[in-house]
């Protein structure tokens, strides 16, 4: 086990009390992450690799049930409430059971084709998914409305690549994983789109696919397409100055 540790800020207006933090806690193997999403009910990992199944593993990466649905791949995969919200990547998404059953038929999202790498849901209930064929950051109502869309070229840094999404509970900050094809880095936001902070994670590992936040214990998961494996990091997000540093939010269920 060892630990290393990066922070970097990139931030316009006043000075942060904390800046974007990863200090890498361990890593293991894992074939074709794609997806990530951390769910309390069971303390694992939901876990999507572009083909017919996903699956749930334990935070040390041990399988501990599969599922299917109706889409013909899982490409992005988030936990909404007490079930599971599924895409295929091309503007298809179905809700299911954490046991796999349809909780009705596969939705499209409006707007047509988009190659959705990532889902999410943030506080206010809206499915916010990154995708990177066009470039976008896009907020939807729950039954696939679009409310509000961002261009991510446009940014400064721009995003090109964007691939997994994970939405922090206790601050709605966004954090996104632009691939080997862009940056190779992280990207956190703010719940309504402000970029906050950019972090390489080169030092990491190469192609980042999936990302996913425990919040009861500062805990970050990225899955790497290159060399096929999970890396496990402490998370600080930024903060505004004078922020009190943020208390832990809910945790594992099951203990």
């Not at 409430?81 to 809700?95: F, K, P, W």
């Not at 972090?199 to 990225?222: C, H, K, M, Y």
Request: hydrophobic content about 40%.
């Amino acid at each position: 086990m060892f630990a290393r540790t990066i922070a970097l800020l990139v931030c316009a207006g006043a000075s942060p009390a904390t800046a974007l933090e990863l200090r890498e806690t361990g890593r293991y193997a894992l074939n074709q992450p794609s997806s990530l999403d951390y769910d309390p009910t069971f303390c694992g990992l939901w876990i999507a690799n572009e083909g017919p199944e996903a699956i749930l593993v334990t935070l040390q990466g041990d399988e501990l049930r599969r599922i299917s649905s109706d889409l013909f791949r899982i490409k992005a995969i988030a936990v909404e409430g007490d079930h599971l919200l599924l895409g295929d990547g091309l503007g298809s998404l179905q809700r299911v059971t954490k046991d796999g059953s349809p909780l009705g038929a596969p939705f499209e999202l409006e707007g047509g084709f988009a190659d959705t790498e990532g889902i999410a849901i943030n506080a206010a209930g809206q499915i916010v998914t990154v995708e990177d064929d066009p470039e976008r950051l896009s907020w939807f109502t729950t039954e696939g409305t679009l409310a509000a869309r961002l261009d991510t070229m446009k940014l400064s840094p721009p995003l090109s690549e964007a691939q997994g999404i994970a939405i922090d509970p206790r601050t709605g900050h966004m954090l996104i994983v632009d691939d080997w094809e862009g940056s190779n880095s992280l990207y956190e936001f703010s719940a309504d789109g402000q970029f906050l902070a950019q972090q390489s994670l080169l030092e990491f590992g190469t192609d980042p696919e999936g990302i996913a936040i425990r919040p009861g214990s500062n805990q970050l998961f990225v899955a790497f397409d290159g060399g096929a494996k999970i890396v496990t990091f402490d998370y600080t997000p930024t903060l505004p100055e004078g922020s009190p540093p943020l208390p832990p939010g809910a945790d594992c269920m099951m203990f």
